[in-house]
C-alpha cells in the first residue's frame, strides 16, 4: 500500500484512540506525584513509539514525532528535578544526622531572651501578691460574717463562690508564674547550648583532663535532662486533670442552662412561686459564679499547656545537648586510645632493645661485675627513657596531675604516714626482687616462710619459735610493708636455697688430735655428699646475678685451743627447709663413731656440789627462827664429811648432752 492510498478505518480509529489517551494521559498525570508522572510518560512515550513504527502515514508519524519529542523533553525535566530533589533530601539527612546542625536548628526556634522572660516572671509576681491579698481579704469578710451571724444563708453561699472563684485565680496566676518561670530556665539553657556550641570543636586534642571534662558535662546533661523529663511527666498528668475539670465546668454551666430554662417555664407575670424564684436566684448566682471561674480554669489550662510545650522542648534541647556531648566524648575516648597505640610501640621498642641488649649485646664484650654494673645502667637508662616517653605523652595532663598529685600527697604523708609508708614499701620489694613468695626470712626476732604479699602487709609462717627447731609453729606472723626500710631482713632462699650451719666438738688435750681430725672429716663429707654437690650447682646463680662467689662449697673444719681441750668447728651446707634434719644426723653419726673410737675423749666441764647440813639450835632456812616447836620439832644431826658430786656434760654441737655422775 501508497503512502497516499487511503488509511483502513480501524487503523485510523485506533490511532485516534492512541492520540486521546495520550492527551487524557497527561491531563491526569498533572495531579500524580512525579514517580506515577514518570512512569505514565514513559509509557505514553512507548505506546507513541509502537504506533509511530507501526504508522505509514507520513503527515501522522511527523505529528506524533513532534509529540513524542515533547513528551521525552517532559520526562527529562522530571526526571532532573526527581534528582534535585533526591539531592536535597540527601542535604536535609545529612544534616539531620549531624547533632550540632541540629541543635543549632532547634535554638533558632527559641526567640526571647532571658531578660524579657525574667521581667514577665516579676509582673507575674506582683499580680500574684495582689490576687492573694484580694483572697485573704474574701477569706476574713466571710470568718467575719460567720462568725457574726448576721448574713442569710443564700449570701453567705455566694460569698463563698467567690472565695472560691479568687482561689481558681490565683491558681491560674501561680500557673501562669510556673510557666514564665520554665521560660527563663529555657532561655538560661539555651544560652549555656549556644556557649557550648560556640566552644565546641570537633578536632580537639584528646587528653585525660578533655575526657574526664567531656564526661562530666555529659553526665550533668543527662541528669538534668532526667529531670526535665520528669517534671514533664507530672505536668502532664496535671494537664490531663485540668481539662477534664474545664470540660466537667462547661458541661455543668449547660446544665444550669437547660435547668433554668425549665425553671423559667414554670413561673410567669400571672404564676409566680416564692420558691422556685428563689430557687431560679439561686442557680443564676451560682451560673455566674462559674460563668466567672471558667475563664480562670481554662487560664490554667492554658498555663499548663504552654509549660508542657516549654519543657518538651527542653526536653529535646537537653537531648540534643546530651547526644552532642555524648559524642564529644566518644570521640575524645576513641582518639585517646589510638594515640595509645604509639606510646605502647615505643614502650615496646624500649623493652626489646633492653633485653636484646643486656642479654645478647653486654654479654659478648662483658663478664661478671662489669656486666652486671651494665646491665642495671641499661635497666635505669630503659626506666627513665619509658618515663620520659609516658610523660610525652601525658603533657597535657602533667599540671592537672603534679596539682593534684601535690594536694593529695601532703595530706596523705600527714595523717597516713605508715600507711604511705607501707605501700612504698610494697613498690620496693617488687621492684627490687630481693623476696618473693616462699622466700624465708628473718626479720627482727620474727621467723617464717612468705605466704603472702599484700599492698600494706607481708605475711609470714612462723618457723622455729618456741620448738627450737626448723618446723613451722602454725603462727602466722603479719609485718607491715615499712618494715623493709626499718630494719634488717634476712632472706635464707635469696639465689639458692643452701644455707651453712656448724656443729662444735671439743676432745681432751690428751686425745690424738691428728685421728680426731681425719674422723670428724670423713663423716662430715659422707654425710653431707649430696647438699655440697647440690650447693656447687645453685651457686651458679649468685654469680649469674652479682658477678662474684658467694662462697666455696666444701666441707670445712676450724680447730680452735679452748680451756678444756681442741674445739672442732664442723661446717656445712644444707637446704634450709633440711637444716635441723642434717645436723641431727649428722649428730648421730658422730656419737656412733665415738662409740667406736674409745682413744677419742670428749672434753666437759664439771661442777661440785658442797652440801652441809645447818648446826643444831641454827635457824630453818625456810620458815626462820620460830619453827623450833613442833609440828616441826628441832631434829639432831651429826656432823658428817661434805659430799662431793659432780655433774659433766658432753656437748655435742646441737644443744644434746650426755650426763655422767660419780
Given at each position: ?11 485510523q ?15 491526569s498525570?498533572g495531579t ?10 514513559q ?11 507501526s ?8 505529528r506524533?514525532?513532534?509529540r ?9 525535566i522530571?526526571?532532573?528535578r ?12 545529612d ?10 536548628e ?38 467575719s ?20 472563684t479568687k482561689?481558681?485565680e ?8 510556673e510557666?514564665?518561670e ?7 539553657d ?5 556557649e ?7 578536632h ?12 562530666s558535662?555529659?553526665r ?9 523529663n ?25 446544665k ?5 430554662a425549665?425553671?423559667?417555664?414554670q ?24 460563668s ?9 489550662v ?17 537531648q ?18 589510638q ?13 626489646a632493645?633492653?633485653l ?17 654494673l ?10 627513665l627513657l ?9 603533657f ?6 603534679a596539682?593534684t ?13 605508715d ?7 610494697w ?27 599484700q599492698?600494706?602487709r607481708?605475711t ?19 609485718l ?16 639458692h ?7 662444735e666438738v671439743t ?14 672429716m ?6 653431707t ?11 651458679g646463680v ?7 662467689d ?5 666441707p ?6 679452748a ?9 656445712y ?11 641431727n ?17 670428749l ?9 652441809a ?25 651429826t ?5 662431793k658430786?659432780?655433774?659433766p ?14
Amino acid at each position: 500500500m501508497s503512502p497516499s492510498s487511503p488509511r483502513p478505518l480501524w487503523r485510523q480509529l485506533g490511532l485516534f484512540a492512541a492520540v486521546v489517551l495520550c492527551f487524557l494521559s497527561s491531563a491526569s498525570i498533572g495531579t500524580a506525584n512525579d514517580d506515577e508522572r514518570i512512569s505514565g510518560l514513559q509509557e505514553q512515550i512507548r505506546t507513541l513509539e509502537n504506533v509511530i513504527n507501526s504508522s505509514n502515514n507520513t503527515n501522522e508519524r511527523s505529528r506524533l514525532d513532534i509529540r513524542l519529542q515533547r513528551l521525552r523533553q517532559e520526562l527529562g525535566i522530571l526526571q532532573e528535578r526527581q534528582a534535585i530533589e533526591a539531592k536535597a533530601k540527601n542535604l536535609t539527612e545529612d544534616l539531620r544526622r549531624n547533632t550540632a546542625d541540629m541543635l543549632r536548628e532547634k535554638l533558632r526556634g527559641i526567640d526571647h531572651s532571658v531578660e524579657e522572660a525574667e521581667a514577665r516572671v516579676h509582673d507575674l509576681a506582683a499580680r500574684r501578691h495582689q490576687v492573694a491579698s484580694e483572697r485573704d481579704a474574701l477569706v476574713s469578710a466571710l470568718n467575719s460574717a460567720r462568725a457574726r451571724n448576721s448574713q442569710p444563708a443564700d449570701k453567705l453561699a455566694e460569698q463563698e463562690e467567690r472565695v472560691y472563684t479568687k482561689n481558681e485565680e490565683l491558681r491560674a496566676v501561680v500557673l501562669q508564674s510556673e510557666a514564665a518561670e520554665f521560660d527563663v530556665e529555657l532561655a538560661h539553657d539555651a544560652e549555656r547550648l549556644r556557649e557550648e556550641l560556640k566552644q565546641f570543636d570537633p578536632h580537639q586534642r584528646s587528653s585525660l583532663r578533655a575526657m574526664f571534662e567531656s564526661y562530666s558535662r555529659w553526665r550533668k546533661s543527662k541528669k538534668l535532662e532526667d529531670q526535665v523529663n520528669g517534671v514533664g511527666d507530672d505536668l502532664g498528668r496535671n494537664l490531663k486533670v485540668s481539662q477534664g475539670g474545664l470540660e466537667l465546668s462547661r458541661l455543668e454551666l449547660a446544665k444550669f442552662d437547660e435547668e433554668l430554662a425549665l425553671l423559667e417555664k414554670q413561673v410567669s407575670f400571672f404564676n409566680s412561686d416564692p420558691k422556685v424564684e428563689r430557687l431560679i436566684a439561686n442557680q443564676r448566682s451560682q451560673k455566674k459564679a462559674l460563668s466567672e471561674r471558667i475563664p480562670f480554669i481554662s487560664a490554667q489550662v492554658d498555663a499548663l499547656q504552654h509549660s508542657q510545650q516549654v519543657l518538651n522542648l527542653r526536653g529535646d534541647l537537653l537531648q540534643l545537648g546530651t547526644k552532642l556531648q555524648k559524642e564529644q566524648f566518644v570521640a575524645l575516648q576513641d582518639s585517646y586510645y589510638q594515640r595509645l597505640r604509639w606510646p605502647a610501640v615505643a614502650l615496646g621498642a624500649l623493652l626489646a632493645l633492653y633485653l636484646l641488649s643486656s642479654y645478647a649485646l653486654l654479654p659478648l664484650v662483658m663478664k661478671n661485675e662489669d656486666l652486671i654494673l651494665a646491665r642495671r645502667l641499661a635497666r635505669y637508662a630503659g626506666v627513665l627513657l619509658s618515663v620520659g616517653v609516658v610523660a610525652g605523652f601525658l603533657f597535657d595532663d602533667l599540671s592537672v596531675v603534679a596539682a593534684t598529685l601535690g594536694v593529695v600527697s601532703a595530706a596523705l604523708v600527714i595523717s597516713l604516714q605508715d600507711v604511705c609508708t607501707s605501700m612504698f614499701g610494697w613498690f620496693v620489694i617488687m621492684l627490687g626482687g630481693k623476696f618473693g613468695i616462699g622466700d624465708r626470712l628473718e626479720v627482727d626476732t620474727a621467723k617464717g616462710d612468705v605466704i603472702d604479699i599484700q599492698l600494706l602487709r607481708t605475711t609470714l609462717l612462723e618457723i622455729n619459735g618456741w620448738l627450737g627447731t626448723d618446723q613451722p609453729t602454725g603462727r602466722v606472723v603479719i609485718l607491715p610493708n615499712n618494715f623493709i626500710f626499718k630494719t634488717k631482713i634476712f632472706n635464707y632462699t635469696h639465689g639458692h636455697p643452701f644455707i651453712w650451719g656448724k656443729i662444735e666438738v671439743t676432745v681432751t688435750y690428751a686425745t690424738p688430735v691428728a685421728t680426731a681430725m681425719t674422723m670428724l672429716m670423713r663423716v662430715l663429707s659422707e654425710e653431707t655428699t649430696s647438699e655440697f654437690a647440690a650447693a656447687r650447682e645453685a651457686a651458679g646463680v649468685m654469680r649469674k646475678r652479682y658477678g662474684v662467689d658467694d662462697a666455696h662449697y666444701e666441707p670445712k673444719i676450724h680447730t680452735q685451743l679452748a680451756d678444756s681441750g681442741v674445739k672442732f668447728i664442723l661446717y656445712y651446707v644444707s637446704h634450709y627447709k633440711h637444716s635441723s634434719s642434717l645436723r641431727n644426723r649428722i649428730n648421730r653419726r658422730l656419737i656412733a663413731e665415738l662409740e667406736t673410737h674409745p682413744q677419742i675423749q670428749l672434753a666437759y666441764q664439771t661442777m661440785s656440789v658442797l652440801h652441809a647440813p645447818a648446826a643444831e639450835g641454827a635457824p630453818s632456812a625456810v620458815l626462820g627462827m620460830d619453827a623450833t616447836t613442833p609440828p616441826f620439832p628441832v631434829t639432831a644431826t651429826t656432823a658428817e664429811p661434805p659430799v662431793k658430786s659432780a655433774i659433766p656434760d658432753v656437748t655435742l654441737g646441737d644443744g644434746q648432752t650426755l650426763p655422767e655422775r660419780s
